[in-house]
């Protein structure tokens, strides 16, 4: 049995589940007018009994999902052909990649694949043995939990209380799977980032005045030991950073400001899925329009005006990042401009100020702990986005704050460090690590101080 029809026959038993068991509700309550007597609305026995249908059953899916194929390649194993059988580590599993290519019928032009035919068929058999064992126990828990629940179902039955507690078992599991993920990237970056400090002081990568991590590969080869020094990198980001939120915050917040105060029905309902849209742009676009449109046109502007500009300069970049992040800015600040009270603004305007003396004095301070948490969202973006920097910023490092010259950032970096057949027990690529670490301190440090200033004010004005 295909795996999605088996979904579909479970979908269906958990159907069936609900209706049966929220009809027994009904019942045994002697009918809808005396619904009263039973403990929790009718639903809830559904969901009940729903539950108990679904719940071992997607389990059984789960658990069978990991343990089956590990299972059954051990079994095949034992029957590959001599000459195979004997092998270990990387060998091994690119033979048993040959059995799964044919027993899928996408193979059998090698020689060793004419070999493995016989592993490939043993193979399909145990599969169809392993769908065919897992859709009858999937079925039977299926139908013996909402059986099981149908046979609890009674007035005094706590249906709701118990479909509460999954509900909340299952958020409280989200919220662990969330943590702990966020905990396992965090601890795979500091390992690898203590790694690289181990053999790059702390200092001298933090304060270093050079960028230069080409290494030898092989202890035969001739390169350079390297120079690790960060700040030319974080002087560039900061650079290409500060062009972008130059552009992006003023022109984001005098739109929400429009959009909120001045703007007319009709012209927010047009302008404002206009920005969406341009939020919805894959950056990957944006990294197009800045290398062939904005960067010729740049260069020649500055020809005309006596200027030397880089072919990939930070203003080139920064402006067009500011633009992608613009609808970030104005859609937040248009959020949280509107949840300012009416009240406010008629209090001020009843004092006799002037609609621009209420937005600047009353709307703009009251809304300032979420305009600040917008804008240190688009910082966030603006330090962490790579396609753009990537496609239009320079490779080479240099200290500069003249955004008409190129320079590099540190997520383009961490790209070009793990780019190629560069191995992960080098200085070169674990120095990927140790940038990814600067860049989730930083993004640490900017909500902190969003909290903050939230805090301080939230406390102002509510």
């Not at 961490?414 to 301190?441: C, M, N, R, W």
Request: aromatic share 8%; proline share 4%; charged share 15%.
């Amino acid at each position: 049995m295909q795996f999605s029809t088996l979904l579909l026959i479970l979908c269906g038993l958990v159907v069936a589940s609900f209706v049966l068991a929220r009809r027994r509700a009904i019942a045994t309550a002697g009918g809808y007018k005396g619904i009263r007597s039973l403990h929790s609305l009718p639903a809830y026995y559904g969901y009940f009994a729903a539950m108990w249908a679904a719940g071992p059953a997607l389990l059984l899916l789960l658990l069978w999902s990991a343990a089956s194929d590990p299972i059954i390649m051990g079994r095949v194993v034992e029957v590959l052909p001599e000459p195979y059988r004997s092998i270990q580590g990387p060998e091994l599993d690119l033979v048993l990649n040959d059995v799964r290519v044919l027993a899928a019928g996408r193979g059998s032009g090698t020689e060793q694949q004419q070999a493995l035919q016989g592993t490939a068929a043993h193979y399909q058999s145990l599969q169809a043995a392993s769908r065919s064992l897992l859709a009858t126990l999937a079925i039977f828990l299926a139908l013996a939990g909402g059986l099981y629940a149908y046979r609890r179902i009674n007035p005094r039955l706590q249906a709701r209380n118990h479909v509460e507690r999954v509900i909340r078992a299952v958020l409280v599991g989200a919220s662990t799977i969330a943590v702990f993920t966020t905990l396992g990237i965090l601890l795979s970056v500091v390992f690898e980032a203590a790694r690289f400090f181990s053999r790059v002081p702390f200092h001298e990568f933090l304060f270093g005045m050079e960028w230069s991590p080409q290494t030898a590969i092989r202890a035969d080869q001739v390169g350079s030991s390297g120079a690790f020094g960060a700040v030319p990198l974080f002087t560039g980001t900061l650079l290409i950073s500060g062009v972008a939120m130059l552009v992006a915050v003023p022109i984001g917040l005098m739109i929400a400001i429009y959009l909120c105060e001045y703007a007319a029905p009709r012209v927010r309902a047009l302008v404002k899925p206009v920005l969406e849209i341009l939020a919805g742009i894959p950056t990957v676009v944006y990294g197009y329009f800045a290398a062939i449109t904005m960067a010729p046109l740049l260069r020649e502007l500055g020809q005309a005006l006596g200027l030397q500009v880089a072919s990939e300069s930070a203003l080139g970049v920064g402006l067009v990042m500011g633009v992608m992040i613009i609808p970030f800015v104005s859609s937040l600040s248009d959020d949280v401009i509107n949840a300012v009270p009416q009240s406010l603004r008629d209090g001020s305007l009843a004092l006799g100020a002037t609609a621009s003396e209420t937005i600047k004095r009353v709307v703009l301070p009251a809304a300032l702990p979420g305009i600040v948490g917008g804008v240190l969202l688009a910082i966030s973006r603006a330090i962490g986005e790579t396609m753009i920097v990537v496609m239009a910023a320079g490779l080479s490092a240099r200290m500069t704050a003249n955004p008409l010259e190129a320079v590099t950032t540190v997520t383009v970096q961490i790209v070009t460090l793990l780019v190629g057949d560069q191995e992960f027990d080098s200085s070169k690529t674990l120095a990927a690590f140790a940038l990814g670490l600067v860049l989730f301190l930083v993004t640490l440090l900017l909500n902190v101080v969003a909290l903050v200033v939230v805090r301080r004010y939230r406390e102002q004005y509510e």
